[in-house]
């Protein structure tokens, strides 16, 4: 495996589920964000963790939790989502957070 | 504060033809440019990027970006656009502390 994963590929979960996204960089990378990608609307930010710590929470709901156990993966844990939640997310890493950020191909995730 | 403008939403052009999409940013601080090109189902990948030094970039696969601070710029072009160019774009100005700011993005269609 090279460069940025994300599993699954594709998530539908209802209301009452509680379900993570996972995020796995090969790069030797010290950050790494979590972005969401909704239709018609520009990337949105949502966590940035650099050398495991969070330094950015772009005023994420709660219902979103992050978690990074090590600079090589991260985690974005799901619990009673809402149907406007529905979008890509959107892994990325970078040495920095001031260098290039590579991105995996995201989860697309299916609130109903 | 940091914002991005993508001035077309979409950009239909025939192939071989040229193109350029466009895009404008406003940055209080130290300036850094970026593009992204995302193709379908999958995630964004670094097309190219304005950090300092010569104000015209190059990607490996024909596309160019000028950046103009007087007009607070970073416009892309190719000057023969191929079927497989077919994506969406998206410029970005890196806010600090790992943030990037992306504008709203442009869906590029070649069409034979």
Redesign the interface.
Known sequence: ETG?T?TPRHLVMGMTNKKSLKCEQHLGHN?M?WYKQSA????E?MF?Y?FKEQ??NNSVPSRFSPECPNSSHLFLHLHTLQPEDSALY?C?S?QE??N???????TRLTVL | AQSVTQLDSQVPVFEEAPVELRCNYSSSVSVYLFWYVQYPNQGLQLLLKYLSGSTLVESINGFEAEFNKSQTSFHLRKPSVHISDTAEYFCAVAAGGGKLIFGQGTELSVKP
């Open positions: 940025v994300q950050a964000y018609k609307k520009p990337l930010l940035v650099n330094t950015e959107l990325a970078s957070v001031y290039e950020q590579f991105f995996g191909p995201g």
